[in-house]
Antibody
């Protein structure tokens, strides 16, 4: 069974870049049919999908953050990463990495079946 | 983007009873909807996808129905471990979006 684990700084200063990595174990990030996503949850509120990457490097970002977000992949390390630039306090959230299942043609059709535990990132000076 | 609206915000039900949670999409998402359960301090867990297909290992007391813009998650014979927050999600259109959640609490 695939497992995902987020890692990265828990505190980022305003205007800096938030950087997180998700390490995938129990399966290959190169497997077809899966898109690798980042999702965040502001304290006490709902879920916001940030974007995904396919093992080929193809990406799609949420338009609400597109100017600030970047997702990359390191297939040799079975990892994918998130960068969010020019952060403010509004970017304080728990960040999850997740796997979209049954994906093709830009869409995933079986929801997010595997999630990391999540990591809290606080933006503060 | 498609807005998913869940109701009610909080639902109080006694153990052993059934609960029905609603989700409405701002435009049709066909059958491309999912439900997740989240407990405090945990990541969301996929319960239902394709509107009505239970994910691996999900008990049969969880069922999903609907199509187009209106979806329902029904939990029959509520167990103590079912009291949590539930989110619906659409994956018909990017960006994928979630509802704001329904908190299912013990009455």
């Amino acid at each position: 069974q695939v497992q995902l684990q987020e890692s990265g700084p828990g505190l980022v200063e305003p205007s800096q870049t938030l950087s997180l990595t998700c390490t995938v174990s129990g399966g290959s990030i190169r497997s077809s049919g899966y898109y690798w996503s980042w999702i965040r949850q502001h304290p006490g509120t709902g879920l916001e999908w940030l974007g995904y990457i396919y093992y080929t490097g193809s990406t799609y970002y949420n338009p609400s953050l597109e100017s600030r977000v970047s997702i990359s992949i390191a297939t040799s390390k079975n990892q994918f990463s998130l960068k969010l630039s020019a952060v403010t306090a509004a970017d304080t959230a728990v960040y999850y990495c997740a796997r979209g299942d049954n994906c093709s043609g830009g869409g995933c059709y079986s929801g997010f079946g595997s999630w990391g535990l999540g990591t809290l990132v606080t933006v503060s000076s | 983007e498609i807005v998913m609206t869940q109701s009610p915000a909080t639902l109080s039900v006694s153990p052993g009873e059934s609960a029905s949670l609603s989700c409405r999409a701002s435009q049709s998402v066909s059958s491309n909807s999912a439900w997740y359960q989240q407990k405090p301090g945990q990541a969301p867990r996929l319960l239902i996808y394709g509107t009505s297909t239970r994910a691996t290992g999900i008990p049969a007391r969880f069922s999903g129905s609907g199509s187009g813009t209106d979806f329902t998650l029904t939990i029959s014979s509520l167990q103590s471990e079912d009291f949590a927050v539930y989110y619906c999600q659409q994956y018909n259109n990017r960006p994928y979006t979630f509802g704001q959640g329904t908190k299912l609490e013990i009455k």
